[in-house]
């Protein structure tokens, strides 16, 4: 078997998708999602100019080989935009392997270590009681984790808060929007939310939160402390993970646990987290980290520290990354928790894919290869259309971290 063809399908139903299909000569083809927020035409250019050049002749049943030709290959290592590109293919080839074989992945990975994934949901509101109500409705959903973030009073916009009555989406079309934050009315203000969730809901429900890189690492450790006896799932990116070594000063004041890493792009990034356990769960996401075969590297390593997974799993992602993370979930043995936040219709339709949900567990399906595909048709009639992420602003104007 050999790769005689690639090429990208650039669409927007409801957002941005970028997805690399690769063909073989024996009429099988892969799919690869290479997506990334708010560049997502940068990783285009990337792959038509530098990589797909390369792939046609190939034996698509090499992912190591291929993986690492890219990664090597090209001196110029890691990054964002060079690791979505490698994930897309990577991805693609092992797309192609299970159907190759008749299989799904998780089967090429190991076979299953699980019945099904744990999954978090999302939940949010204005206010204290809002943010209760989102939260009863996602455990009548069936969820049994959920993720949960609230309007904080006297900042006129928090980060995963849906302006309206929308899901929340934070990309936005046309030029980037600006929020306004206080690290101090958000530090006085998260305890009582959990307090009151606590006081609601009991004891059963895990309950997440996502600081979303805003604090120092003292302000975490603070926040972390102040949280414990509500034992949280986890507390998410508590303060920007460019210096490692920061976590050590959370670690040292809260046993709370830390995830971290969706930013990341290469192992690199977490190696002193993980091998110092400062961390509890590795969220790096399989298209933005190199793909199925860097990831399951990561795992491994991780699993020798006792670190569990949480894959990032938002809907800047498209079904084939979800359908990805969720057969390696299903094969590695460290795995901890998955992100599920569900896509609208229209881009489940635009992306028919295997993969479920159940009573609070995500199932990847039986279908050879990752299970999903792409209605080229249907995704024509959605352009590409220009987005970006927010950026944030402390009260006196100062530019941080959104």
Not at 96 to 111: D, F, H, Q, S
Request: charged share 20%; glycine share 8%.
């Amino acid at each position: 078997m050999k790769i005689v063809a690639a090429r990208l399908i650039v669409c927007s139903p409801d957002r941005n998708f970028v997805t690399l299909r690769i063909d073989t000569d024996e009429g099988i083809y892969g799919l690869g999602d290479a997506t990334l927020n708010g560049r997502e035409l940068a990783v285009v250019a990337y792959l038509e100019e530098h990589i797909i050049p390369c792939l046609i002749g190939r034996d698509p049943f090499a992912t190591e080989d291929i993986w690492q030709y890219l990664y090597r290959g090209a001196y110029w290592r890691r990054g964002p935009v060079t690791m979505t590109a490698i994930a897309a293919v990577d991805v693609a080839l092992w797309d192609i392997k299970g159907k190759a074989l008749k299989t799904p992945v998780y089967n090429l990975l190991g076979g299953k270590s699980r019945q099904g994934a744990l999954v978090y949901a999302h939940a949010n509101g204005s206010d204290i009681p809002s943010a209760i109500d989102s939260v009863k409705k996602h455990i009548a959903e069936g969820y049994q984790a959920i993720r949960v973030q609230c309007g904080v009073p006297g900042v006129l916009s928090s980060y995963g808060v849906p302006k309206g009555d929308k899901p929340y989406e934070p990309a936005e079309r046309g030029l980037p929007s600006e929020s306004v934050w206080s690290t101090e009315k958000y530090l006085n203000f998260v305890p009582k939310l959990f307090e009151a969730l606590r006081i609601e809901i009991g004891e059963d429900i895990h309950l997440l939160h996502d600081v979303h890189h805003r604090l120092t690492p003292i302000e975490a450790a603070r926040l972390g402390r102040s949280l414990e006896p509500y034992h949280l799932f986890w507390l998410e990116d508590p303060t920007p993970a460019e210096n490692q070594e920061a976590f050590r000063l959370i670690r040292q004041h809260t046993v709370i646990p830390i995830a971290t890493g969706e930013v990341f792009n290469s192992f690199w990034d977490a190696h002193d987290l993980v091998r110092n356990q400062w961390i509890d769960y590795l969220r790096m996401t399989i298209v933005h980290g190199g793909g199925i075969t860097a990831l399951k590297k990561a795992a491994d390593f991780a699993a020798v520290y006792q670190v569990r997974t949480g894959f990032h799993g938002a809907t800047d992602l498209s079904p084939v990354t979800m359908a990805a993370a969720l057969h390696l979930g299903m094969a590695i043995h460290n795995f901890g928790i998955q992100e599920h936040m569900p896509h609208s219709p229209l881009t489940d339709d635009v992306f028919p894919h295997a993969y479920r949900f159940e009573e609070g567990y995500m199932h990847p399906g039986d279908a050879p290869g990752l299970g999903v595909d792409l209605d080229e048709s249907l995704a024509a009639q959605y352009p590409y259309q220009r987005a970006y992420l927010p950026v944030a602003r402390t009260l006196d104007g100062t530019l941080t971290d959104w």
